[in-house]
């Protein structure tokens, strides 16, 4: 468990960190259309995304109420691999807290709370919209 611990640290903050970069170099929808257009551009974010609703469909099945269900399905979906990397993490805690095993994050359903995947979810679509400044408001 300590390994995937600092797996998952390790995305979270190299995740934060490239995105900090990044936000600083360029506005999030300021790509250029010849990279935007690219068939590799293309075939990468596909494939991202597919992952993450693969990774999502897992979530889904642990979640208990719809609701977090749908707010886990948005986090995702806005935070990429950082929101991976904090629902793993918090799994792991959960199962340190309950002093379990291994077995307990890919095996225990949880009952649906919706306050974190609400809150990451009003902060990812404040980034979005903040990374969207110079399309929507011109």
Known sequence: MTTL??????VLVAMLGVITWA??????FDI?????????????????YFAFVAFWVWVAWKEGTLAARVLWLVTILLWGNPAVAGYM???LARVKRAGGSLDAVFTTKRPGAIALPGVLTVLGIAVYVLGAKNV???
């Open 23 to 28: 936000s600083s170099r360029c506005a999030l």
């Open 5 to 10: 611990r600092i797996w998952y640290v390790f």
């Open 89 to 91: 993490l918090l799994e």
């Open 32 to 48: 250029p259309r010849e990279v935007f257009t690219h068939p590799w551009f293309i075939a990468t974010l596909l494939d991202a």
């Open 136 to 138: 929507l408001f011109p």
